[in-house]
């Protein structure tokens, strides 16, 4: 039972590695980082709309008559941080942003003119920021020191808000994946326990991969700095998740549309010489309507959407929680 335990973790965590990747590939077409930052940046600033403080998953980036917000992106400071052309940063660092809001705030930089645009205590610059220069006492340095200390408290909000997005869009991609490949948890249950041989080569495998992933996370490199990937990154990314869903597949796991009693005709009947249909791995009509009859079966049931749903749920967690798993259930083997 442990070892089959195993066996299931494994196909979880290639499956989870299939979902970030596909996950990792629509962040990146759709800049959320970049785009939940500045929501972040609005809300600070009092340019984030009362209704959207509570947005959807996928609703959230359409903000008008931001233009504080707007100017301060428009900084060469913070322009620059994305090469021309793309998407708004998906990282800016405390002292990049205050020094960028103090000059595109006053104009000139001066304290003076700083403190005249946060005079009116009523606008929502003026509560946030009026406060904070007050207590600064007339030093700049200060009160950039106490932006950047409530910058980081909104980044840590956006975070936030970033992860539960990003859990959600997992859990559709998860689930679409689970139905597309037909990734049925309740299924590969019982699959591996009629099969022993399989599920002592799943661990084998398992053992090699744990250390690899150990290595690689290792050399991992989490700077958000370096989180903004160009194009042609994207595509080799796109091949590669490609190529691991090939091999996922390929691998002899339970997983996967069986269509049981049918066969392709170039299979079932021994044509002529010169026959069309030699070797063509063409189905009849009749053939197709059994696939078909099939498909629908499978689909009707509720067992397998719950085997489906239990699928898409391990997606969610990430190929590292299954991973640390294994290593654990392989620690508890050894003893």
Same mark, same amino acid.
């Given at each position: +039972?442990?070892?089959?335990?195993?066996?299931?973790?494994?196909?979880?965590?290639?499956?989870? &590695?299939? $979902? @970030?990747?596909?996950?990792?590939?629509?962040?990146?077409?759709? @800049?959320?980082? =970049?785009?939940?930052?500045?929501? &972040?940046?609005?809300?600070?600033? =009092?340019?984030?709309?009362?209704?959207?403080? !509570?947005? =959807?998953?996928?609703?959230?980036?359409?903000?008008?008559?931001? !233009?504080?917000?707007?100017?301060?992106?428009?900084?060469?400071?913070?322009? *620059? #941080? *994305?090469?021309?052309?793309?998407?708004?940063?998906?990282?800016? *660092?405390?002292?990049?942003?205050?020094?960028?809001? $103090?000059?595109?705030?006053?104009?000139?930089?001066?304290?003076?003119?700083?403190?005249?645009?946060?005079?009116?205590?009523?606008?929502?610059?003026?509560?946030?920021?009026?406060?904070?220069?007050?207590?600064?006492?007339?030093?700049?340095?200060?009160?950039?020191?106490? $932006?950047?200390?409530?910058?980081?408290?909104?980044?840590?909000? /956006?975070?936030?808000?970033?992860?539960?997005?990003?859990?959600? $869009?997992?859990?559709?991609?998860?689930?679409?994946?689970?139905?597309? #490949?037909?990734?049925?948890?309740?299924?590969?249950?019982?699959?591996?326990? !009629?099969?022993?041989?399989?599920?002592?080569?799943?661990?084998?495998?398992?053992?090699? /991969?744990?250390?690899?992933?150990?290595?690689?996370?290792?050399?991992?490199?989490?700077?958000?700095?370096?989180?903004?990937?160009?194009?042609?990154?994207?595509?080799?990314?796109?091949?590669?998740?490609?190529?691991?869903?090939?091999?996922? +597949? @390929? +691998?002899?796991?339970?997983?996967?549309?069986?269509?049981?009693?049918?066969?392709?005709? @170039?299979?079932?009947?021994?044509?002529?010489?010169?026959? #069309? !249909?030699?070797? *063509?791995?063409?189905?009849?009509?009749?053939?197709?309507? #059994?696939?078909? /009859?099939?498909? =629908?079966?499978?689909?009707?049931?509720?067992?397998?959407?719950? %085997?489906?749903?239990?699928?898409?749920?391990? %997606?969610?967690?990430?190929?590292?929680?299954?991973?640390?798993?294994?290593?654990?259930?392989?620690?508890?083997?050894?003893?």
């Amino acid at each position: +039972m442990l070892e089959i335990i195993i066996a299931i973790f494994l196909i979880y965590a290639l499956f989870a &590695g299939l $979902v @970030s990747g596909i996950n990792e590939l629509v962040i990146q077409w759709f @800049s959320l980082r =970049g785009k939940v930052l500045f929501e &972040g940046i609005a809300m600070m600033l =009092g340019e984030l709309p009362k209704k959207t403080h !509570k947005p =959807g998953i996928l609703k959230p980036f359409f903000i008008k008559n931001a !233009k504080v917000s707007e100017d301060l992106y428009n900084h060469p400071l913070i322009d *620059s #941080l *994305s090469p021309a052309g793309c998407s708004r940063p998906s990282y800016i *660092s405390p002292q990049i942003f205050s020094a960028a809001l $103090v000059q595109v705030l006053s104009k000139d930089g001066s304290l003076t003119a700083l403190r005249q645009r946060l005079d009116d205590r009523n606008a929502p610059l003026g509560k946030l920021l009026g406060p904070m220069l007050d207590e600064a006492s007339g030093d700049l340095e200060k009160f950039k020191v106490e $932006v950047e200390a409530h910058f980081n408290a909104v980044t840590d909000r /956006v975070n936030g808000w970033f992860k539960r997005r990003t859990q959600f $869009v997992m859990f559709f991609i998860g689930l679409l994946l689970a139905i597309l #490949l037909n990734v049925d948890s309740i299924y590969i249950v019982q699959q591996l326990e !009629k099969n022993p041989a399989q599920v002592q080569e799943l661990v084998k495998i398992a053992g090699d /991969v744990k250390e690899k992933v150990a290595v690689a996370e290792a050399s991992k490199s989490n700077d958000p700095t370096k989180q903004n990937k160009a194009f042609e990154e994207i595509v080799n990314n796109q091949d590669q998740l490609m190529e691991e869903m090939n091999k996922f +597949m @390929s +691998m002899g796991l339970p997983v996967g549309w069986y269509l049981p009693n049918i066969k392709p005709v @170039s299979e079932q009947h021994t044509p002529k010489a010169g026959s #069309l !249909k030699e070797d *063509s791995g063409q189905l009849s009509k009749k053939e197709y309507e #059994l696939m078909l /009859v099939h498909i =629908g079966h499978q689909l009707s049931s509720p067992m397998k959407w719950l %085997g489906w749903f239990i699928t898409a749920l391990a %997606g969610t967690l990430g190929a590292p929680f299954w991973f640390d798993a294994i290593s654990k259930l392989f620690a508890i083997r050894g003893v």
